[in-house]
């Protein structure tokens, strides 16, 4: 069994920063690519970063330059520092992780529940 725990989300104004954590936990072999996506009311889930397990990380367009993916693998953790937010950053942030679990031959991709990033003066 396998989970993913996303922490760090809130209420932070326009400007400041917020970090997401997410952990994954349980029967772990290993944890190939991890990342965070986004869902604002009304609007589709989108990708906001990823990192793969080489070190490889994609961003959205939208946030290059403001936010940072890096991840601990000792962990099965991976993060996300928001910095220079802003109201269009206001969305559900869910992590995704694609884990080879322990006894398995394919990896299985899991979601977190979901952190509320709420952005506004």
């Known amino acids: 069994q396998v989970q993913v725990v996303e922490s760090g989300g809130g209420l932070v104004q326009p400007g400041g920063s917020l970090r997401l954590s997410c952990a994954a936990s349980?029967?772990?072999?290993?944890?190939?690519?991890m990342g965070w996506y986004r869902q604002a009311p009304g609007k589709e889930r989108e990708l906001v970063a990823s990192?793969?397990?080489?070190?490889?990380?994609n961003y959205a367009d939208s946030v290059k330059g403001r936010f940072t993916i890096s991840r601990d693998d000792a962990k099965n953790t991976v993060y996300l520092q928001m910095n220079s937010l802003k109201p269009e950053d206001t969305a559900v942030y869910y992590c995704?992780?694609?884990?080879?679990?322990?006894?398995?031959?394919?990896?299985?991709?899991?979601w977190g529940q979901g952190t509320q990033v709420t952005v506004s003066s």
């Open positions: 995704n992780a694609e884990i080879l679990p322990v006894f398995r031959t394919s990896p299985v991709n899991y």
């Open positions: 990192i793969t397990s080489g070190g490889s990380i």
């Open positions: 349980g029967s772990i072999f290993r944890a190939n690519t």
